[in-house]
């Protein structure tokens, strides 16, 4: 097979930059420089198999180059200037935070496939949130497939393995009923996608057999040709086995799938623009089948210590898996050894592809056979490559012929860090024209908004998903009080006592992402979304001391400095909040250049930032839901309400301008998440729910209906920052409210730990089955049969 | 020698992908086609005979009580006939067909020895008004095949 020698010792500036162009290497100027300065140095030009590896180790995805580069951030507020200087945005702000915390909880953080946390004595939890977005966009259903498929297999490469226990995803798409005509040539249509990316994520989740237990749709015009999809899976590993480590002459072995062209250049791929001409290989193809016979027989082999590290194959395929585990030792490969799907690979396209289902171990020499004897057993295909060494070089070859002789220090140190520009200037915010209503049409307006896209009912896509597979989800992702009544509940929990004998605890499974509020301010709609996911998790019964967070950036092109202005305010408010809330990030991910250019013309995505939650708990019998339980019960509403509309559901379906983003008091916010979670543990709540998208109206509606009870309310009694109308009253969206339900006998004790914190008595449950709404003061009466609204909140996506 | 056999919903059962795609069409802004018939196809190319053709399609690829199979036979694909209104979409060359991965390994275990190559494609029989070539030709590039990795044929 023919390995090419490339010429870049005499090239000039414009030709550097074509070559990077021309072979999808999306190395910068400088960074081909440096290339060219590392080949001038050993005085030869290098060959394809060198230049692929090294676009690929330094590509945006392996190595978070903007993240962890040189960033010049300038803040314009108040007609004044203020600039800071960050060397690594990541390890400044977000790890930071996690390292001033030093939770002793924390098992592994930021430095393996996943993060873990202790689940108990023996045994701690794994999460880990991915994204697949370049992919889902050119191919939805093989794209959003290989999504859960890889982040599958980093919860498998984690230490040295942890078993999956449940999956999440998080998807953007682009509006639904898009006109035909407005989708760009070659672009599919935007329910096309959301289509396929949901059968894809069904198809892989549920074959594997792992339940997906908790998710969120977010849907937004800006997402049109370039969704993001993430993918989430979380697992459990024993603590003895939460570490690897590679010894010089361990072997390096590769199991599952065969090698073909799938996924060529995904990795570099996921830093250009899409368009039209985007790559045909860099779509890969799931097969959950083979990944499911990975995952039962490497567990045995972990369980019998038959090696001593493994990790995935993900972007950069074996380049960056098995540089990787061999970049403190040093490794030797033979590609011509590596199993291929079919003839005609050249060396450079075995050493990157992206086929699916690949998993890469470090085995000690004598544990050769017994490991080898194992896969062949359970019919699963492992083939020995080569082996790590201790010279620090990374030497491939093919049968005898060297194709790529070079040190990992450079492949792993070299990459050069160009300071990037960031600007974010303060804008005007004002509040929205007082907003009035009569009795009719705000009645009409809540089933508006109960309808609407980014509010309706997602049980087209939950039921779907297998979420009982395994046995062990206790709270799910649709509660009520019959398959007929539900809603959708704030939080999933996972009680894995098939893997954990006698165990009562259980894991909550969260989530918070609003890129609505981003495309006004980046850093309130960051603290939102770390509130939103912790909300969620205390509703069902989390401590929010003990919850741990996960980040994933979705932004467009971090050479524009707004953009990436908009991307250090988040970092900033995660760090903020991090240390605020006192809970630690411990896994995270970015995904840059979402954006595509049609003719000419650049669209970016709205930037997202999705936080998600994992915490694990004491007693799973001590769990709560979302739905109303018994007539006679009293409802509360805990927190204040102001008069925050900015970037609502609300502001949307009126189509009224201005209004304020929420904010958020995180000194109130954590005193009254940890007296909720104290008055579940002490049995004092029958249900509670978050207000978020929608405000109180809609999250009471959702209670009730999924309850399949009726509700009285004294809107008069809901406690407001200031003097507010009925409408922006109900349908604010501000943070750290909470709707709870409280029996008679528990009413006394519930106050009186409440003391202190914004209560308001706002109603009782009742059996007529009617929202029942009044409010002297606006001399408003509304009475609406909760079927209607549930009707309203099921119809929107039926498809 | 090239089988294709082909499987169909037996009448009186529900074709949920018929069904769907009837509605997906619908969705894309074609309104006047009332019915899809959704079949899977398995092209088989190989030293096998018909009997063993026969016994792949009858004991591993179709389910006896839901279900009919058909076996066609041809010397070179060139011979194929296409059925009018429909609608036929395959994996292009290259790209990865699981389901022929496992239907291979499939007739293995059935005790077929022979070296085959299988190919998976999905063939939509469409029924209504005003169906012509530039309406199944948008059909087929809007809904049923991504063109990136998968071709269509339409008659």
């Known amino acids: 097979m023919k390995v090419n020698t490339i010429e870049i010792l005499n090239l000039n500036d ?7 162009r021309k072979s999808v290497l999306s190395l910068s100027l400088v960074e081909m420089k440096e290339v060219q300065k590392y080949f001038r140095n050993i005085k030869r030009n290098p060959t394809d198999v060198e230049l692929e590896t090294i676009a690929q180790t330094w590509s945006e995805h392996c190595k978070h180059k903007t993240l962890t580069g040189n960033i010049e951030y300038t803040e314009e507020k108040g007609g004044k200037k203020k600039v800071t200087k960050y060397k690594n945005l990541l390890k400044e702000t977000i790890f930071n935070a996690t390292m001033k915390l030093n939770k002793d909880w924390c098992i592994s953080v930021f430095k393996d496939n996943a993060g873990v946390i202790d689940f108990d004595k023996t045994n701690g939890v794994a999460f880990k949130v991915e994204t697949h977005n370049h992919p889902s966009a050119l191919e939805p259903y093989g794209g959003s497939a290989t999504g859960i498929g890889g982040v599958i297999r980093d919860i498998l490469g984690v230490g040295l393995g942890a078993k999956p226990l449940a999956n999440t995803d ?37 074959r594997m057999g792992i339940p997906t237990v908790n998710g969120g749709v977010f849907f937004d015009k800006g997402y049109m040709a370039n969704p993001l999809v993430y993918c989430g899976t979380m697992g459990i590993i024993p603590k003895n086995k939460s570490e690897k480590e590679v010894k010089p002459g361990d072997l390096v072995l590769v199991v599952g799938g065969r090698t073909g062209r799938d996924g060529i250049h995904g990795a570099t791929f996921s830093s250009v623009e899409l368009d039209k001409e985007s790559d045909v290989s860099a779509v890969q193809i799931g097969n959950p ?45 033979d590609l011509q050894t590596v199993p291929l799907k079919y003839k005609g690979l050249a060396p450079w396209e075995i050493w990157i592809s992206e086929a699916q289902e690949r998993m890469v171990f470090a085995v000690p020499p004598k544990n050769k056979n017994k490991i080898l004897n194992l896969f062949k057993k359970e019919n699963v295909e492992a083939t020995f490559i080569g082996k790590f060494t201790n010279d620090g070089k990374l030497l491939l070859k093919y ?11 450079f492949l792993h140190g070299g990459v050069p860090k160009p300071t990037r520009k960031a600007v974010w200037k303060q804008k005007q915010i004002k509040k929205q024209s007082p907003v009035k209503v009569s009795a ?70 969260s989530n918070g992402i609003n890129p609505e509020y981003g495309k006004i301010d980046t850093y309130k709609m960051t603290a939102s979304s770390i509130e939103e996911a912790m909300r969620n998790a205390v509703c069902v019964g989390a401590n929010p001391e003990k919850i741990s967070l996960l980040d994933n950036f979705c932004w467009g092109n971090p050479n524009k400095p707004e953009i990436l202005g908009s991307l250090v305010r988040a970092a900033q408010a995660a760090y903020d909040l991090s240390l605020g809330y006192s809970v630690p990030f411990i896994s995270g991910k970015d995904s840059l250049y979402n954006e595509y250019t049609i003719d000419g013309k650049t669209y970016s995505i709205p930037p997202a930032f999705l936080v998600s939650s994992m915490s694990v708990i004491e007693d799973v019998n001590k769990t709560i839901t979302m739905d109303l339980k018994n007539a006679g019960n009293s409802i509360y509403l805990i927190g204040i309400t102001k008069n925050e509309l900015g ?69 008069d009694a809901i406690k407001t920052s200031e003097k507010m109308t009925i409408a922006e009253t109900l349908f604010s969206e501000s943070n750290t409210r909470f709707i709870v339900e409280v029996s008679p006998e528990n009413v006394a004790k519930f106050e009186k730990l409440f003391k202190g914190i914004a209560v308001s008595k706002i109603g009782e449950v009742s059996d007529d089955k009617f929202l029942k709404l009044e409010s002297k003061k606006s001399k408003i009466s509304v009475k609406e049969n909760i079927k209607n609204l549930q009707k309203a909140w099921q119809k929107t996506l039926q498809w | 020698m090239i089988f294709e056999i082909e499987i169909k919903t037996k009448k009186g059962f529900v074709d949920p992908q018929g069904l769907h795609t009837v509605s997906d069409i619908s969705g894309i802004g074609i309104k006047d086609i009332t019915d899809v018939s959704y079949v899977a196809v398995y092209r ?112």
């Open chain 1, 440 to 509: 009719k049409t705000l009645q009409e307006d809540i089933k508006k908004v109960l309808a609407d896209i980014n509010v309706c009912s997602r049980d087209w896509i939950i039921r779907q998903y297998d979420h009982e597979v395994q046995g062990q989800t206790v709270v799910k992702p649709l509660q009520g009080s019959s398959i007929e009544n539900s809603g959708p509940q704030d939080a999933a929990v996972i009680w894995p006592y098939t893997v954990v004998k006698g165990t009562k605890k259980g894991v909550v499974l």
């Open chain 1, 647 to 715: 970037a609502s559901v609300y502001s949307k379906v009126k189509n009224f301008k201005n209004g304020i983003v929420p904010d958020l008091d995180v000194a109130v916010s954590k005193k009254t998440m940890k007296t909720i979670f104290n008055a579940i543990n002490e049995g004092l709540l029958e249900s509670c729910h978050d207000c978020s998208e929608g405000g109180f109206i809609t999250a009471i509606s959702e209670m009730a209906f999924a309850g399949d009870k009726g509700v009285n309310i004294n809107a």
């Open chain 1, 170 to 206: 998080v998807f953007c798409f682009g509006l639904p009923d898009t006109k035909a005509s407005e989708v760009p040539e070659g672009m599919h249509h935007p329910k096309r996608i959301a289509k396929g990316v949901v059968s894809g994520v069904r198809d892989y989740g549920n």
């Open chain 1, 399 to 409: 049968g005898k012929e060297i194709v790529a002789d070079m040190e990992m220090s």
């Open chain 1, 289 to 333: 089948i083979v990944e499911k016979k990975v995952l039962d027989t490497m567990l045995k082999a972990r369980d019998l210590n038959l090696y001593r590290a493994v990790t995935d194959c993900g972007a950069g395929g074996l380049s960056s898996a098995a540089g990787e585990l061999g970049e403190k030792t040093g490794l030797v490969i």
């Open chain 2, 44 to 155: 088989i190319s190989g030293n096998i005979t018909n009997k063993q053709a026969d016994t792949i399609a009858k004991e591993l690829l179709s389910d006896k009580i839901t279900e009919d199979y058909t076996v066609k036979q041809y010397k070179s694909l060139e011979d194929k006939k296409l059925e009018k209104n429909s609608i036929e979409v395959w994996y292009k060359h290259g790209v990865t067909d699981t389901v022929s991965e496992s239907v291979v390994k499939a007739i293995k275990d059935l005790g077929i020895k022979e070296d085959l190559v299988v190919k998976t494609g999905k063939k939509y029989c469409l029924k209504g008004k005003n169906i012509d070539d530039k309406k199944l030709k948008k059909i087929a590039t809007g809904l049923l095949a991504n063109t990136l990795i998968q071709e269509y044929l339409t008659k």
């Open chain 1, 14 to 20: 414009k030709q550097l930059v074509e070559l990077s």
